[in-house]
């Protein structure tokens, strides 16, 4: 029986590559339906793709995830195959599928992906999403193939992980980073509800970025604070953001990815 293949890149939509690697897998297994999770990814930004895998798989069908984001391509990085009870996780071997792969229960096995039956012949070495991951991919999506038909198992620990920075959490004061800023210049921090509750924190933060300092209320909508102002909430993946309603919190705070933001009891906030 087919399943669905998620599909994750840092290919853009002006080229045509995307395009592409949906005509390989239609001709190898046309019936499998291909989910285009996203290719905005920043080009090249492991941990940026590896960030939006994680916050998006709990809410995708289970089946095959292929997710290419790939700035070794063409060196002797390996392509990888892992295997889980999600299905199985296809894309190259620097970090890309280790926190998706660690939110569905980790892998079972994991397996390079060496076997030429099942690779695209090409002369060059710059296009592995068309000739290596999108035919593994869709002969694993339509039950042609098993991860250990693809090639040799290999240990797990010589997998390449994704270290995602924790953040620093004290009585009244939580050292983050800025994980993510959306489309809409919302800004993202690794830090959670239980990160807030573990520092006492209840109430407006002092939020401190550089040198700039400002008090947030940390709130449940946008619509709990006048237009313009800016705001903490809990997004979408379950993590602490800071925006500003009708604004870019990315603008109006000079906040990029890996920024670091420190989170600071105030005087109208109540311990927890």
């Known amino acids: 029986m087919s399943s669905t293949i998620t599909f994750l890149s840092d290919f853009g939509l002006d080229d045509e590559f995307v395009g592409v690697v949906h005509g390989v897998i239609a001709r190898i297994a046309p019936e499998v339906r291909v989910i285009d999770l996203t290719h905005g990814v920043p080009r090249g930004d492991v941990r940026a793709g590896a960030l939006a895998l994680m916050r998006a798989v709990q809410f995708l069908p289970e089946g095959v995830v292929l997710a290419v984001v790939d700035p070794g391509v063409g060196t002797e990085r390996r392509a990888i195959v892992a295997e889980t009870e999600f299905g199985p996780f296809v894309g190259p071997d620097n970090g890309l599928l280790s926190p998706a792969v660690a939110m569905v229960g980790g892998a079972r096995r994991i397996h390079a992906i060496e076997e030429p039956r099942f690779r695209i012949p090409s002369l060059g070495a710059t296009f592995h999403g068309r000739d290596v991951f999108a035919p593994a991919a869709a002969v694993l999506a339509s039950g042609e193939a098993k991860p250990e038909d693809l090639g040799p198992e290999v240990d797990p620990d010589s997998v390449v992980p994704l270290l995602l920075p924790l953040p620093e959490v004290g009585e009244g ?3 983050a980073e800025a994980w993510w800023v959306d489309h809409f210049g919302n800004v993202e921090l690794n830090v959670g509800p239980d990160d807030l509750a573990a520092a006492r924190i209840d109430g407006p933060v002092a939020v401190r970025i550089g040198t700039n300092e400002v008090v947030v209320p ?22 602490l953001a800071l925006a500003v309603r009708g604004g870019r ?7 990029a990815a890996g920024t670091a933001v420190v989170l600071t009891r105030t005087e109208g906030s109540t311990p927890g």
């Not at 449940?220 to 379950?238: I, N």
């Not at 919190?249 to 906040?255: I, L, Y």
């Open 173 to 175: 004061r939580i050292v």
């Open 218 to 239: 940390v709130v449940t909508t946008y619509g709990d604070v006048e237009e313009g102002q800016p705001l903490l909430s809990v997004d979408s993946a379950g993590m």
């Open 249 to 255: 919190a990315d603008e109006r705070f000079n906040v």
